[in-house]
């Protein structure tokens, strides 16, 4: 069976299209649309009426190029914009009104675990004791775990589109930004994982941005990408203007605004980790919707 699983988060709504191959997820379509419905959300608590059309749409648009994909099963889930907008509910209804679905919305603890269920279905990664890191535009998800089970996670409303607010006013960036949000980071994890045992843990990064940044590095099938690496891009992007960042080919439609902010966060958790590298993975919420629909874990999913 083919299934499919759109997510709706605050930079981006995401689909994925995928089937159980010899008892490992098959992925048979990726689809991405640049949307930005978490902007200015995190400051009014709102949604706003010009992202609830152009997000529904986008819903509406990527329902379409599942069932064309073949998709039998097709669920719509949501992350941290739509959960802290007192207007969800709006946003939900026009959706229903254009394709016929429900948004499902997840906590930030759900979002935790389906992210590690994603990461978990590589088989490379099943076996290895991990701390996987995912910095979306409205919170950040941290989780250690092995053989797919999780042993410590935690989801922080601390994503790149709310540090946008908080620290970058204007691009270029204020010179002492980067700083600034990796301190914040800091101090969050200090707060968050004291007590933690993660030193002996592989450092496993996923979300859009990373995969901007390992791309960045030139490799073409990037999978690790190191702290000096890091360093080195955040130098470079930090005194970019609004435009080149809006303009540059190797920053995907829509991921510009927020990659300072995305790449200080990982860089902030590495050093904290006391580790040298990240291992990315393309593998992410949307691996961990699709591999709970295709067993049969819907209910388990939104209950």
Request: aromatic share 6%.
């Amino acid at each position: 069976m083919k299934v499919g699983a759109i997510d709706i988060g605050s930079n981006t709504i995401k689909l994925l299209v995928a089937q159980r191959f010899r008892e490992e997820i098959h992925p048979i379509l990726n689809s991405t649309i640049p949307v930005r419905l978490g902007e200015g959300t995190f400051e009014t608590g709102i949604l706003p009426t010009n992202g609830i059309h152009a997000g529904a749409k986008a819903v509406s648009d990527l329902c379409k190029e599942a069932t064309n994909a073949g998709a039998q099963h097709i669920e719509i889930f949501a992350t941290s914009a739509v959960r802290s907008a007192s207007n969800a509910g709006e946003f939900q209804k026009l959706v229903k009104d254009l394709c016929g679905r429900d948004i499902h919305i997840l906590s930030g603890e759900e979002e935790a675990a389906l992210i590690f269920r994603g990461v978990s279905t590589d088989p490379v990664l099943r076996q290895k004791e991990l701390i996987v890191v995912d910095v979306g535009g409205g919170s950040v998800e941290i989780i250690c775990g092995q053989n797919r089970k999780i042993t410590q996670k935690r989801s922080m409303e601390i994503g790149a589109v709310r540090l946008n607010t908080k620290f970058i006013p204007r691009f270029p960036a204020p010179k002492e930004a980067a700083e600034k949000i990796q301190t914040f980071i800091t101090q969050a994890l200090q707060q968050e994982l004291g007590g933690w045992h993660i030193s002996h843990r592989t450092p496993v990064a996923t979300g859009g941005t990373i995969i901007c940044l390992s791309h960045w590095t030139g490799q073409e099938n990037p999978e690790k990408i190191s702290i000096q690496q890091l360093q080195e891009i955040l130098s470079e992007i930090a005194p970019m203007t609004h435009e080149s960042l809006m303009n540059d080919p190797r920053i995907p439609t829509g991921r510009g605004e927020v990659l300072l902010a995305g790449t200080a966060t990982y860089l902030a958790a590495l050093r904290f980790f006391k580790q040298d590298h990240y291992i990315v993975s393309r593998r992410n919420l949307r691996y961990g919707l699709v591999d709970a629909l295709l067993e049969g874990e819907f209910l388990n999913i939104i209950g």
